[in-house]
């Protein structure tokens, strides 16, 4: 899987919802995407960034993609029904789903964790995509080879300190996904992994280690080819696996 390169178009005219779209690995992955054919759905809270977005594909005269400006951090169950409602009337299936959407959260002891702050990570990072998978799994059920991708982190599967609800709620994501992978294998087309995108040079990024030379690290882009590989036929033989971006550069 090294150095994976897709067949041209190789997600032509599937529908694929990306949350977390309007910046950093949530907008390279939509630009590629959508450069291999997909009308991507962009899901943030960042409606200017969204609205560049937008642009930026229709400028390469890729597929017109879908915004859709929404807070998971204020979402209430009833709006994920509703963005579910939506995609159906629009498109009526969806053939993709990628959850890359997080907050980092304060970098603390676990002690010293404000519960405001838990409560907010864990809605954005854990409780969304467990509500969008919810409404949105009928909705990849009604597409021929459906994939559904979760953005893990390594601190999710070994806890280290200060990371507090973050790690928590990346190895929340990692279970979420073995779950579903389990339950849905025998009875969808649907198919359900992770990808760890491993040191990235994003905001998050900066944030965490603010003495780090943000030059030292890989850009965004360059880990797209594990998320079109997820998202492709050529992986249709997976699910319930974790992965790391940086196996397809």
Same mark, same amino acid.
């Given at each position: 899987?090294?150095?994976?390169?897709?067949?041209?178009?190789?997600?032509?005219?599937?529908?694929?919802?990306i949350?977390?779209?309007?910046?950093?690995?949530?907008k390279?992955?939509?630009?590629? *995407? =959508?450069?291999?054919g997909?009308?991507?759905?962009?899901?943030?809270?960042?409606?200017?960034?969204?609205?560049?977005?937008?642009?930026?594909?229709?400028?390469?005269k890729?597929?017109?993609?879908?915004? *859709?400006?929404?807070?998971?951090?204020?979402?209430?169950a009833d709006? *994920?029904?509703?963005?579910a409602?939506?995609?159906?009337?629009?498109?009526?299936?969806l053939?993709?789903?990628?959850?890359?959407?997080?907050?980092?959260?304060?970098?603390t002891?676990?002690q010293?964790?404000?519960?405001?702050?838990?409560?907010?990570?864990?809605?954005?990072?854990?409780?969304?995509?467990?509500?969008?998978?919810?409404?949105?799994?009928?909705?990849?059920?009604?597409?021929?080879e459906?994939?559904?991708?979760?953005?893990?982190?390594?601190?999710?599967?070994?806890?280290?300190?200060?990371?507090?609800? *973050?790690?928590?709620?990346?190895?929340?994501?990692?279970?979420?996904?073995?779950?579903?992978?389990?339950?849905l294998?025998?009875?969808t087309?649907?198919?359900?992994?992770s990808?760890?995108?491993?040191n990235?040079r994003?905001?998050?990024?900066?944030?965490?280690?603010? =003495?780090?030379?943000?030059e030292?690290?890989?850009?965004?882009?360059?880990l797209?080819?594990?998320?079109?590989?997820?998202?492709?036929?050529?992986s249709?033989?997976?699910?319930?696996?974790?992965?790391?971006?940086?196996?397809?550069?």
């Amino acid at each position: 899987m090294a150095q994976y390169q897709p067949p041209e178009l190789s997600l032509k005219d599937r529908v694929i919802l990306i949350t977390g779209a309007a910046d950093g690995l949530g907008k390279e992955i939509a630009l590629g *995407y =959508a450069k291999h054919g997909a009308t991507v759905i962009l899901l943030d809270k960042n409606v200017s960034n969204l609205e560049a977005l937008y642009d930026e594909i229709v400028k390469h005269k890729f597929p017109e993609p879908a915004l *859709y400006p929404l807070d998971l951090g204020g979402a209430t169950a009833d709006d *994920y029904v509703t963005l579910a409602e939506n995609i159906d009337k629009e498109f009526g299936r969806l053939d993709g789903l990628v959850h890359n959407a997080a907050v980092m959260g304060p970098i603390t002891p676990m002690q010293l964790y404000n519960p405001e702050d838990w409560y907010k990570v864990m809605q954005i990072n854990l409780n969304a995509p467990f509500l969008i998978n919810q409404n949105c799994i009928p909705l990849l059920n009604q597409a021929e080879e459906a994939s559904l991708i979760f953005v893990t982190d390594s601190c999710g599967t070994q806890g280290s300190a200060y990371w507090g609800a *973050y790690g928590v709620s990346k190895a929340g994501l990692d279970n979420m996904m073995q779950t579903l992978a389990d339950e849905l294998e025998s009875s969808t087309n649907i198919r359900i992994n992770s990808i760890d995108p491993g040191n990235i040079r994003t905001k998050m990024r900066a944030f965490a280690y603010p =003495a780090e030379d943000p030059e030292t690290q890989p850009t965004p882009d360059l880990l797209v080819p594990g998320f079109l590989y997820l998202m492709g036929s050529d992986s249709k033989q997976f699910t319930g696996r974790s992965f790391m971006a940086e196996d397809f550069i």
